[in-house]
């Protein structure tokens, strides 16, 4: 595509990059040229069809005093070559969609690689994807853990023992179970803060000393046991259901602004590199690089 006479690519610039610019910047000064071929094909087109009706002989004279089609012959080379014109510009449109959409991948990985910042913008999605499946977990877990609480509860009631204000051995049997899943809720929570503390721009969550005050339900008279155990479930329920789902809400928002930034950043400087490209090429390369472009395009 480009001769010997083709700068090289800046310092540390991918040459993937520097050679997709290039023919970036002939796709899009091939599409200005059929942009005012175009319009100046559907002027001509245009005087054509005003003067389709009129008498032969008028139609000549408007067409020697207009510069316009005046014979049948040059208005259906007019109209054709209007036709033929918008096929390109058509094509040229979806070449330049195609090189954009190129040029940004380029740009993106060579950002990556360059500017820090572009990275950790660029990812936040992907970060976000990580904290989110251990809160999913988390909440999944917490779920369990509810439920096990609940069966605990109802036995506690069915097998209580006022003589000895002792609980049944199941009630106390599945208490003990609930340990288990306690300290599971507690490992998400704290897997869940160190991810966001990796990640950084994410929420931390609350840890709740759960084993402590299941421990101290246990040692409480029935009635009083019944009324707290009842409080704790609807605040696990609360922070299961609300809080953790509105952790989600400013995260994701935070993250969608960094997604944002760095999109911006990228668009400002594809804006910058091809202002600069476009001084590179000439018109030389421009019409040399076209029609192998195309074909490459065409083939897919």
């Known amino acids: 595509m480009a001769g010997e006479t083709t700068p090289s690519a800046p310092p540390g610039f991918p040459e993937a990059l520097d050679a997709c610019l290039r023919e970036d910047a002939c796709v899009r000064a091939d599409a200005r040229q059929l942009k005012s071929q175009l319009e100046e094909a559907r002027a001509t087109a245009g005087q054509a069809r005003e003067g389709t ?8 004279a408007l067409g020697r005093r207009k510069g316009g089609p005046s014979t049948p012959q040059e208005v259906e080379a007019a109209f054709a070559r209007e036709k033929v014109l918008q096929r390109q510009a058509q094509e040229s449109e979806r070449l330049g969609q195609h090189y954009t959409a190129q040029l940004d991948s380029h740009l993106a990985a060579y950002l990556q690689t360059a500017v820090p910042v572009f990275l950790q913008q660029s990812r936040a999605r992907v970060r976000l994807a990580e904290w989110e499946r251990i809160i999913e977990d988390l909440r999944a877990d917490l779920r369990e853990l509810i439920k096990m609480l609940g069966q605990a509860r109802n036995n506690a009631v069915a097998g209580y023992d006022r003589g000895t204000q002792l609980m049944s051995a199941t009630a106390r049997e599945m208490f003990g179970q609930s340990s288990g899943l306690i300290r599971s809720v507690d490992a998400r929570v704290r897997q869940a803060n160190a991810k966001a503390a ?5 929420p931390g969550v609350t840890i709740i000393p759960l084993q402590e005050t299941i421990n101290n339900l246990m040692k409480l008279e029935i009635t009083t046991m019944l009324r707290e155990f009842d409080r704790v479930v609807r605040e696990l329920e609360t922070f299961e259901q609300r809080q953790l789902v509105d952790l989600q809400v400013p995260a994701v928002a935070a993250t969608d602004a960094l997604v944002a930034q760095s999109q911006a950043y990228l668009v400002q400087y ?9 001084l590179q090429v000439t018109p030389g390369e421009i019409a040399e690089s076209i029609p192998l472009i195309l074909d490459r395009f065409r083939r897919g």
Request: aromatic share 4%; no cysteine; glycine share 18%.
């Open 198 to 202: 990796e990640l950084g721009g994410l």
């Open 53 to 60: 009706a009129l008498p032969g002989r008028l139609l000549a």
């Open 270 to 278: 594809r804006g910058q590199l091809r202002a600069h490209y476009d």
